[in-house]
């Protein structure tokens, strides 16, 4: 089972400039540590002790998985998961 | 050193103008590779707020998809500040999460002078850098 995780610019240096790389599991939260084995450190990044962490937008082909089932979202065989760093600030 | 285009340029500034006591926020998109803002792109804010802006998550996914097939990237992002300086906060620099853009701040603190202010943010770090208006 072949899952394709589309890697955003800043999270490049886990896997070695790749934009595009591939996981395995059953939810998005398997399909996370898998990636880590190849990409040490990467999981780290995307998952805090809350679960997803907060700045950091993850999408099951087009849509957000805070809609879904968060880290629990099942996945298939040809879907595409896109992570995408939050665009955040303000004044504070 | 941003160079950018007078009509995209005063395009930003009518945002934050419009949009202030809340912050406005956006991106101009351009070639990927060739530093050259082109295309003026409006963000709606998700949080609403004075102090705090965040792009829409659907947004920002079917924009950075779009940028994708048009082999295009995000050459500025911007923001306003609508009580304190056009610098980045704290905040500001902790969710700078594309080094490769110029990250532009305005401030609307003051109704008769618009700031307009561009910095690199890249891990962590902030240096202003000049902005040359092109007509």
Same mark, same amino acid.
């Given at each position: 089972?072949?899952?394709? &995780?589309?890697?955003?610019?800043?999270?490049?240096?886990?896997?070695?400039?790749?934009?595009?790389?591939?996981?395995?599991?059953?939810?998005?939260?398997?399909?996370?540590?898998?990636?880590?084995?190849?990409?040490?450190?990467?999981?780290?990044?995307?998952?805090?002790?809350?679960?997803?962490?907060?700045?950091?937008?993850?999408?099951?082909?087009?849509?957000? %998985?805070?809609?879904?089932?968060?880290?629990?979202?099942? &996945?298939?065989?040809?879907?595409? &998961?896109?992570?995408?760093?939050? %665009?955040?600030?303000?004044?504070? | 050193?941003?160079? =950018?285009?007078?009509? @995209?340029?005063?395009? =930003?500034?009518?945002?934050?103008?419009?949009?202030?006591?809340?912050?406005?926020?956006? @991106? @101009? /998109?351009?070639?990927?590779?060739?530093?050259?803002?082109?295309?003026?792109? /409006? $963000?709606?804010?998700?949080?609403?707020?004075?102090?705090?802006?965040?792009?829409?998550?659907?947004?920002?996914?079917?924009?950075?998809?779009? $940028?994708?097939?048009?082999?295009?990237?995000?050459?500025? =992002?911007?923001?306003?500040?609508? /009580?304190?300086?056009?610098?980045?906060?704290?905040?500001?620099?902790?969710?700078?999460?594309?080094?490769?853009?110029?990250?532009?701040?305005?401030?609307?603190?003051?109704?008769? /002078?618009?700031?307009?202010?561009?910095?690199? =943010?890249?891990?962590?770090?902030?240096?202003?850098?000049?902005?040359?208006?092109?007509?």
């Amino acid at each position: 089972m072949a899952i394709d &995780v589309r890697i955003p610019t800043i999270l490049r240096t886990y896997t070695d400039g790749a934009k595009q790389v591939e996981g395995t599991g059953s939810t998005l939260g398997e399909v996370f540590t898998d990636l880590d084995r190849k990409h040490g450190g990467l999981r780290d990044r995307l998952v805090d002790d809350g679960g997803l962490r907060r700045f950091v937008n993850v999408y099951l082909n087009d849509e957000d %998985v805070r809609f879904l089932a968060g880290l629990d979202t099942p &996945v298939k065989d040809g879907d595409t &998961v896109t992570v995408l760093p939050a %665009v955040a600030g303000g004044a504070a | 050193m941003l160079t =950018i285009p007078r009509d @995209l340029r005063d395009k =930003i500034v009518a945002h934050a103008r419009r949009d202030h006591p809340d912050e406005a926020c956006g @991106l @101009l /998109a351009g070639p990927a590779g060739s530093d050259r803002p082109e295309r003026f792109i /409006a $963000m709606t804010n998700a949080e609403r707020s004075p102090t705090f802006y965040r792009f829409d998550s659907g947004e920002q996914f079917r924009v950075w998809r779009d $940028m994708e097939d048009r082999d295009e990237e995000p050459v500025v =992002i911007y923001h306003s500040h609508t /009580a304190t300086e056009a610098y980045p906060s704290r905040t500001d620099i902790s969710y700078a999460s594309e080094p490769g853009a110029h990250y532009v701040l305005v401030s609307t603190r003051d109704a008769d /002078a618009t700031e307009f202010r561009s910095f690199r =943010i890249v891990d962590g770090t902030v240096t202003e850098e000049p902005v040359t208006v092109a007509e």
